[in-house]
């Protein structure tokens, strides 16, 4: 019989992508009898709460990121709080240090945090992005390589969330020049994997509209697909605005359904009656709509250079997915195209992967 382990996991805070992709491991981990503690507050310990009622979380402040109203100072904004960034990893190691040896776990799963390793217990950083654009051009794209490399190599493993084989699902970002020491690849990490009727046929006509991303670019894209959207009555849609209680930006039309938020069961729902999805280029948004099957209109937010180099990529090599600037498209002529694409096959990375890995980690 396994022994039974306790594990924290720790997903980042910026966006709530990071803690959507740690719900596959904790479901697997609490579905194998193991003790889960998450490291989390503010919208990520709720999203957790919200799927897990029973789940310990332990309180750990975020890195509470500010970011720019313009594309263009977006990169500069950032690294205006890189002090605000290094002091966050130094405040982590801390605090795992404190409750270490308050709890005893056995294993820490860390999503992008980089002061949640311990030198005494297994631990395992989690990540799609070993090599981050800076924006700024190849050198500093080598500088930002190496200094990220290290951070990485703290751990004892280093999980990418991406397939071995090149270009993946994130192409360069996780297939760089050199991997970290300690690298291994699990697949993807989709709340969906378990979600039923995947290959059913959706709706004609109908598409679905997620909404996400930082303020004030999450309003103002809501803004311009409300203005297309009610104009389109041969089409029907179904907004999700991603953030709770969020009212519609005017009245809505009979051919618009709005939703302020939806729980992952009935966001399934959603995607699976959708001929097609509008969306961010957020990745943990891209795994889900692999798993699931569905393709998208990718508008990635503006001056997030990781969300414009995946859904310029993407949109080159898989007709699934196309790509658009918020600044300048019409939603007609995109839905228009999403409409004659046939049912996607399944694909063996549509499948959870990572349980085989996450298994020799525990038993290790």
């Known amino acids: ?65 500010e970011y ?11 690294l205006q709080q890189l002090p605000k960034i290094i002091a966050t ?24 945090r980089y002061g949640m390793y311990h030198k005494d217990i297994k631990n395992v950083v989690l990540t799609h992005q070993v090599q981050i654009l800076s924006g700024m051009g190849p050198l500093a794209d080598l500088i930002m390589l190496k200094w990220h490399r290290g951070l990485l190599e703290r751990f004892k493993a280093c999980w990418i969330v991406d397939s071995p084989e090149a270009p993946g699902l994130s192409g ?10 300690n690298a291994a690849y699990i697949g993807y990490l989709s709340q969906f994997f378990d979600t039923p009727g995947q290959s059913r046929a959706p709706v004609k006509n109908h598409f679905l509209v997620l909404l996400s991303g930082p303020e004030p670019m999450r309003s103002q894209f809501e803004q311009k697909l409300w203005q297309q959207c009610t104009a389109l009555e041969e089409y029907t849609f179904t907004f999700v605005a991603g953030k709770s209680g969020q009212a519609a930006p005017g009245p809505v039309p009979a051919h618009i359904t709005w939703h302020s938020y939806l729980g992952a069961e009935k966001l399934a729902e959603e995607i699976l009656n959708a001929s097609g999805m509008v969306c961010r ?84």
């Open 281 to 364: 280029g957020g990745y943990t948004t891209l795994m889900d709509l692999q798993v699931l099957q569905r393709p998208a209109l990718l508008v990635p937010t503006p001056g997030q250079t990781e969300q414009e180099y995946l859904a310029k990529a993407l949109s080159k090599v898989n007709p699934y997915f196309s790509y658009k600037d918020q600044q300048d498209f019409e939603l007609k002529d995109e839905l228009a195209k999403m409409l004659y694409l046939p049912l996607r096959p399944e694909s063996a990375l549509t499948r959870p992967l990572f349980r085989e890995i996450l298994d020799r980690w525990l038993n290790c």
């Open 89 to 112: 990893i130094k405040a982590e190691r801390l605090w795992l240090e404190k409750i270490q040896a308050e709890y005893g776990f056995d294993g820490i799963i860390s999503d992008n």
């Open 68 to 78: 720019s109203k313009t594309r263009s100072g977006f990169i500069f904004k950032i």
């Open 1 to 65: 019989m396994k022994r039974k382990q306790k594990i924290l996991i720790a997903p980042l805070d910026w966006g709530l992508g990071h803690t959507t992709r740690c719900i596959p491991i904790i479901q697997y981990l609490q579905a194998c009898g193991h003790e889960v503690y998450a490291a989390a507050e503010g919208n990520a310990a709720q999203l957790l709460r919200n799927n897990f009622p029973d789940l310990n979380i332990l309180p750990l402040k975020g890195y509470n990121i």
């Open 172 to 181: 360069k970002l996780a297939h760089p020049r050199q991997l970290p020491r």
